[in-house]
């Protein structure tokens, strides 16, 4: 089964448009587990097993687990995944963008080594640095396109005067991501929910392309914004909330209160939806 229909069956079997990003900060963690690194997957698998049905994807991000040297964690999670939770897509979120030899790496890292269903890229570097995620035919490739950090602005809103139309540098990736670069269906986009105007703009740019969008939670973007904007019956969204669950609760009962709070996201995403 490939990325697409493991996201519509997950979508329709949990009756949810929520992912829950997992980027575990041992700091941050209840007080049997606090400031130790070794915790990690089995905060992670707790939140995972909480919220399994609740969600239509889940989104590790690797940098939480490379910087306490905790890639074998991350391995086991995924595997914990695999296992637990075989419905719901696994999206790696590494945001890697280099040279096509060392994209070949990276996207056997992501794919083999563990085994995710989707991946984040940066397409700054052209078409050569993606393609080699599209030979893993029926794996989804999410590239950054309009991002919910304040500093996309400082080239995602900028004009491509040597582009037709002038459109906006992230109006170019949205086209090019619909058009020709998506050989294969493989490709979504990432947008932010704090931009509800940018993902209706991609949206219409875009209109089948699954959109990621996080940003909800934490960051304060409106979640039923986020679907009025993005939600099209041939063009799905996965949105995604990683702090607002993670850390709902600092005490023993933090799975539970992990699972409440992703009942809650995911009811106002339904309203929204209709």
Known sequence: MNFTDMLRDATAQNNSLLCVG??????????????DPRKIYDFCAAIVDATADLVCAFKPQIAYFAAHGAEDQLERLMQHMRANAPQVPVIL??????????AEQYAKEAFERYGADAVTLSPFMGFDSIEPYLAYHGKGAFLLCRTSNP?????QTQRLASVEGQPLMYEHVAR???????????????????????IERVRAIAPTLPLLIPGVGAQGGDAAATVRAGLRNYGPIIVNSSRAILYA?????????ARAEATRTRGVLEVARG
Not at 93 to 102: F, H, L, P, V
Not at 151 to 155: F, V
């Open 176 to 198: 090019l991501a619909q058009g020709p670069w998506n050989k294969n269906g493989q490709l979504g986009l990432v947008v932010g929910a704090t931009y509800p105007q940018e």
């Open 249 to 257: 609760s600092k005490g023993e009962d933090f799975a539970a209160a």
């Open 93 to 102: 979120d590494a945001k890697r963008g280099d040279i096509g030899s060392t």
């Open 22 to 35: 997992l980027d575990p900060e041992p700091t941050r963690f209840p007080a049997a587990m606090q400031g």
């Open 151 to 155: 500093g996309g602005d400082d080239l």
